[in-house]
C-alpha cells in the first residue's frame, strides 16, 4: 500500500486499485483489507488511516453485521426530538385550532403552565412544519381617484 497525491493505493498481485482520500467508506474497506488480507496488524493499519484501535474494532464489527453499507456516514444529532414530543406537539396544534388569533407567546405560556418544557422557538417550529399559520385577513386596496 502505498499513497500518491489524494488517494491511497492498495496493491495486489495482479493489479492496484486508487482510492481517494475523501471516500470515507473505501478508506474503512482499505484499512479492513490492508489488516485481514495483507496481515498489516491492527494498531498500524488504524493509525495509518487515521482511526484509534478501539474504532478498528467497531468498523470491523459494523462491516461484519451490514456489509459496506453499514460502513456510510451517519446523519449526526439527535436521533429523536427530546423537546418536540408527541405529546406537545399535539397540545399545540390543538391550542391553534382552539384559538386561532393566540401568538406563539400566548401558545408557549399556557404550555408552561401545563407543566410541559417548551420554548417559544420550539413553538414556532411547530406551527410552522405543520403549516397553522394565522390567516392573514385580506384588506382591500382603496380605489384610486383620479383627478379631473
Same mark, same amino acid.
Given at each position: 500500500?502505498?499513497?500518491?497525491? *489524494?488517494?491511497?493505493?492498495?496493491?495486489?498481485?495482479?493489479?492496484?486499485?486508487? $482510492? #481517494?482520500? #475523501? *471516500?470515507?467508506?473505501?478508506? !474503512?474497506?482499505? /484499512?479492513?483489507?490492508?489488516?485481514?488480507?495483507?496481515?498489516?496488524?491492527?494498531?498500524?493499519?488504524? %493509525?495509518?488511516?487515521? @482511526?484509534?484501535?478501539?474504532?478498528?474494532?467497531?468498523?470491523?464489527?459494523?462491516?461484519?453485521?451490514?456489509?459496506? +453499507?453499514?460502513?456510510? +456516514?451517519?446523519?449526526?444529532?439527535? &436521533?429523536?426530538?427530546?423537546?418536540?414530543? +408527541? &405529546?406537545?406537539?399535539?397540545?399545540?396544534?390543538?391550542?391553534? @385550532?382552539? #384559538?386561532? *388569533?393566540?401568538?406563539?407567546?400566548?401558545?408557549? =405560556?399556557?404550555?408552561?403552565? /401545563?407543566?410541559?418544557? $417548551?420554548? %417559544?422557538?420550539?413553538?414556532?417550529?411547530?406551527?410552522?412544519?405543520?403549516?397553522? =399559520? !394565522?390567516?392573514?385577513? @385580506?384588506? !382591500?386596496?382603496? !380605489?384610486?381617484?383620479?383627478?379631473?
Amino acid at each position: 500500500m502505498s499513497e500518491y497525491n *489524494d488517494c491511497i493505493i492498495l496493491k495486489g498481485p495482479a493489479g492496484l486499485i486508487e $482510492i #481517494d482520500k #475523501d *471516500d470515507k467508506v473505501g478508506l !474503512k474497506m482499505a /484499512m479492513l483489507f490492508e489488516n485481514r488480507c495483507l496481515g498489516t496488524q491492527v494498531a498500524l493499519a488504524s %493509525q495509518k488511516y487515521g @482511526f484509534s484501535r478501539q474504532r478498528f474494532y467497531q468498523i470491523k464489527n459494523a462491516f461484519e453485521l451490514g456489509g459496506s +453499507e453499514a460502513l456510510k +456516514e451517519k446523519k449526526k444529532g439527535p &436521533s429523536k426530538n427530546y423537546k418536540r414530543t +408527541e &405529546s406537545i406537539v399535539n397540545q399545540i396544534i390543538r391550542m391553534r @385550532f382552539l #384559538d386561532p *388569533d393566540a401568538s406563539v407567546a400566548v401558545i408557549t =405560556q399556557k404550555l408552561k403552565q /401545563m407543566g410541559f418544557d $417548551i420554548s %417559544q422557538r420550539s413553538v414556532e417550529r411547530t406551527i410552522t412544519d405543520y403549516g397553522i =399559520q !394565522k390567516k392573514t385577513p @385580506f384588506i !382591500k386596496p382603496e !380605489k384610486e381617484i383620479k383627478g379631473g
